[in-house]
């Protein structure tokens, strides 16, 4: 069974204090691994999908990164507009994807 | 980018009645549809999988005859709930996958209050 863990639960950052996201997973064939980021009330909002060890994805204030067990989210100097539930999920081959709890970030001005 | 829209957003309704979701791919074509329901402050967990012209998939746990998942064209699968008891009260998302790349977006979701 595909399994996906995200650490910590939650995260209180001072604006501009970097840090990181862990997301370990087991998956039988992974197809790709996905970042998403979720404000409250809404739909999971698109922001990564790496596909194999080594691969690495930036968007403004965000990086990804993947290896053959665990990926991160790297925010750096991040800003409170960046406070959200960050989701990770593994894509097995039948495109089912497998969500971890989320690690909810604040971050304070 | 591609985009998922869901419909209603919000809906409230009586113990008993029944409520459809309408998960709609505006400018891509999905083969494949997934349907999703998060509780406060926990993960998406996947429902069904819905693929045009045939039954949906359901995970273990979720009765098919309560969440009906009809998916009758490339564009469009909906998700009705019957006989609703205030435990359905949830948010529900559904996603799609692209035929071409085979990515997967998601809709706004729709928060389902049974009272």
């Known amino acids: 069974e595909d399994q996906v863990t995200q650490s910590p639960e939650a995260l209180r950052l001072q604006e501009g204090e970097s840090s990181s996201l862990n997301c370990s997973y087991t998956v039988s064939g992974l197809r790709g691994l996905f970042w998403y980021r979720q404000d409250p009330g809404k739909g999971p909002e698109f922001l990564f999908t790496l596909y194999s060890a080594g691969e690495e994805k930036e968007k403004e204030r965000l990086k990804a990164t993947l290896t053959k067990k665990e990926s991160f989210l790297h925010i750096t100097a991040p800003k409170p507009e960046d406070s959200a539930t960050y989701l990770c999920?593994?894509?097995?081959?039948?495109?089912?994807?497998?969500f971890g709890a989320g690690t909810t970030v604040t971050v304070r001005a | 980018g591609a985009v998922v829209s869901q419909h209603p957003s919000r809906v409230i309704c009586k113990s008993g009645t029944s409520v459809k979701i309408e998960c709609r791919s505006l400018d891509f074509q999905a083969t494949t549809m997934f349907w999703y329901r998060q509780f406060p402050k926990q993960s998406l967990m996947l429902m069904a999988t819905?693929?045009?012209?045939?039954?949906?998939?359901?995970e273990q746990g979720v009765e098919k005859d309560k969440f009906l998942i009809n998916h009758a064209s490339l564009t469009l699968s909906t998700l009705t709930v019957t006989s609703a008891h205030p435990e359905d009260s949830s948010f529900y998302i559904c996603?799609?996958?692209?035929?071409?790349?085979?990515?997967?977006?998601f809709g706004e979701g729709s928060r389902l209050t049974v009272l």
């Open positions: 999920a593994v894509q097995a081959n039948d495109y089912k994807l497998s």
């Open positions: 996603s799609a996958v692209t035929t071409t790349t085979g990515e997967l977006f």
């Open positions: 819905s693929n045009e012209g045939s039954k949906a998939t359901y």
